[in-house]
C-alpha cells in the first residue's frame, strides 16, 4: 500500500524557514516522482516544487516560477523522504502541504499527474 506521510508544519513567523518533509513507503522511492503541492483556503490546489529521476540518473525538479529562490526540493533515498525548504515565508504562503506521488515519473507539476497523495500539512504564517 502506497503511504505519503508529512511533516514538519505548523504555526511559523513571517520571514522564518520550515522544512516540511515527505516518508514515503509501500513503493520504489527512486521509480516514482515525487511533488509538493498547496492549497491555500479559498483557493484550488496548485503544485510548488516536483523532483523527478525518470531516465535513471539525473534528478529534474521543477518549480512554479514564483517559488524560485524561495522554495528548494531535495529528497534523501536511503530514507525514502522528500523534503522543501521553504525560505523568507509570506504570509500568502499559508496552505496545506501536500506531498503525492506519480507513479509514471513524469517532468510535469499538474495535479492530474499525480495518483497518490499524503494528507497534509498545515503551515500557517503568523506575522
Known amino acids: 500500500e502506497v503511504q505519503l506521510v508529512e511533516s514538519g508544519g505548523g504555526l511559523v513567523q513571517a520571514g522564518g524557514s520550515p522544512r516540511p518533509s515527505c516518508v514515503a513507503s509501500?513503493?520504489?522511492?527512486?521509480?516514482?516522482?515525487i511533488g509538493w503541492f498547496r492549497q491555500a483556503p479559498g483557493k484550488e490546489r496548485e503544485g510548488v516544487a516536483c523532483?523527478?529521476?525518470?531516465?535513471?540518473?539525473?534528478?529534474?525538479?521543477y518549480y512554479r516560477y514564483s517559488e524560485k529562490g524561495r522554495f528548494t526540493i531535495s529528497s534523501d533515498n536511503a530514507n525514502n523522504t522528500v523534503y522543501l525548504q521553504i525560505n523568507s515565508l509570506e504570509p500568502e504562503d499559508t496552505a496545506v502541504y501536500y506531498c503525492?506521488?506519480?507513479?509514471?515519473?513524469?517532468?510535469?507539476?499538474?495535479?492530474?499527474?499525480?495518483?497518490?497523495w499524503g494528507q497534509g500539512t498545515q503551515v500557517t504564517v503568523s506575522s
Open positions: 523532483i523527478s529521476n525518470s531516465d535513471g540518473s539525473t534528478y529534474y525538479k
Open positions: 503525492a506521488a506519480d507513479r509514471l515519473d513524469r517532468l510535469g507539476c499538474s495535479n492530474e499527474e499525480y495518483d497518490y
Open positions: 509501500g513503493f520504489t522511492f527512486d521509480d516514482y516522482a
